[in-house]
Nanobody, 117 residues
């Protein structure tokens, strides 16, 4: 059974930082592209960042230079370091794992990030 368990969401002031974690189980971690997406009420889920098993990263323009995605293969965990947070970063953040070669796509349950003073 595949499980993606996110943690680290919280209420933070503008300009602050948070680190999200996503622990994966039930998958061969090295075979999956890992990513973070976010969603606000009434809007479609949007890409935040992805990382391949080889470490190649991709970021949404809105987070470039502020967010950093990384992965730890020993822990089957992907991280999202978020700095210089803005109110518009407020959303539910979802972890995603997508197989590099076959149609297999999994989602976590989401973690709430709120940026507000």
């Amino acid at each position: 059974q595949v499980q993606l368990v996110e943690s680290g969401g919280d209420l933070v002031q503008p300009g602050g930082s948070l680190r999200l974690s996503c622990a994966a189980s039930g998958i061969i971690f090295s075979m999956y592209v890992m990513g973070w997406y976010r969603q606000t009420p009434g809007k479609q889920r949007e890409l935040v960042a992805t990382i391949t098993s080889g470490g190649k990263t991709n970021y949404a323009d809105s987070v470039k230079g502020r967010f950093t995605i990384s992965r730890d293969s020993a822990k089957n965990t992907v991280y999202l370091q978020m700095n210089s947070l803005k109110p518009e970063d407020t959303a539910v953040y979802y972890c995603n794992s997508r197989h590099a070669r076959v149609p297999a796509d999994y989602w976590g349950q989401g973690t709430q990030v709120t940026v507000s003073s």
